[in-house]
């Protein structure tokens, strides 16, 4: 975002486009057409360095290289000739650059959402630490956040490793912390008091899942060749999918069979609004960002993946409305509370410290007070 919009470093444009599991360009700019690359090509070294992963290349086009610089690749071509080519670095035009009209729109719609949800996530977590379900509104809260910033390259140094590993493993325990968010809130499903082990069949391949996403991670980001003979990502990406899907799916299933069962007409009000928000945000996620770009519509109309954001951020903030305005877990109550008492006891230090500090004075100038002499009198 920061690289896009206003070139803080004043880095070239990325000259191609390369699949970093295969390593094969997908995309060039004119550039690299220039030079005589083409989509299909193998990339083999970058500035006299064999490639080791996308750290290096990041780092190199980041910091090292500056627009009017010669970037020497060497490539290999589908024949299996290979081909060595130096690329005349372009920098970003004024026009490439967003007006702050657009800046503003961008940050408003994947900017402020995801920082209101942070803090209600952290508020909830504040109010009641020792609920399990607190914890899992908090994941499931930061999703927005992980979900705009997939791709952040404008990190320094192994920074954006760190990142990618944080949106990566977030993005992977959304489902799971759904799903167990559905069966225990605001209490336990009845269909799990029955088959305790149908969560676990669902949550455990994701948590292999994670394992060896973050493992693939760290070949894709500093060990290409050792990544590549270790092909795993494109399974588990599969794999993963289906369960997410099946996370889901139950975790609605849950939320209905609850409102129709629910005890108290407030446990009813929460759940019908948390379902229609599922039903709507989850729906749009699936639909616009799962779907839709499997068909070229996707590709051409760019208001799409705004409606579907918009779409999609109902069920957060549902969920925030659930939590904050109808007082689910009566985070309001218990954060008075938890200020009344800390005013309290920093009030009753504060007391006792003044105490001891007057008493220390009093000692002091006792022991050094001068003695009255009685024969000078």
Known sequence: FIANYFDLHHRPNTPFQFDIDSLKISSLRPEAKQAGLAVGDTLISLDGARYTGEAGWLSLIRSKLHPGD?????????????????????????SEHAKFSELGGILALYGLPPLICLLIGYWV???????????????????????????????????????????QVQQLLTPAALLLFGVYFPERWRLDRKAPWLKLVLIAPIMVAVVLSTVMLVGEEFHSAWSQNFMLIQWTKRIVFGFAIACIALYCCALADKFHSASTSDARRRLQALTAGSVVGLGSLLVFFVILPLTPIHVHNWWIAG????????????????????RAMDVRILLRIGTKYALARATLSAVRTGLLIGLSVLLVFSVRAPTIRTDAI
């Open 70 to 94: 010669t970037l020497q690749i060497a490539v290999r071509k589908p024949n299996g000739a290979t081909k060595q080519a130096g690329i005349h670095l372009t920098g970003r035009a004024s």
């Open 307 to 326: 409606s579907g954001t918009i779409l999609f951020l109902v069920f957060p903030f549902t969920l925030a409305y659930v939590v904050v305005v109808q």
């Open 125 to 167: 977590v504040a109010a009641r630490p020792r609920d399990f379900n607190a914890w899992l509104i908090l994941v499931v809260l930061t999703f927005p956040e992980t979900l705009f910033t997939i791709s952040s390259h404008w990190w320094p140094g192994n920074w954006d490793f760190w990142s990618m590993a944080w949106n």
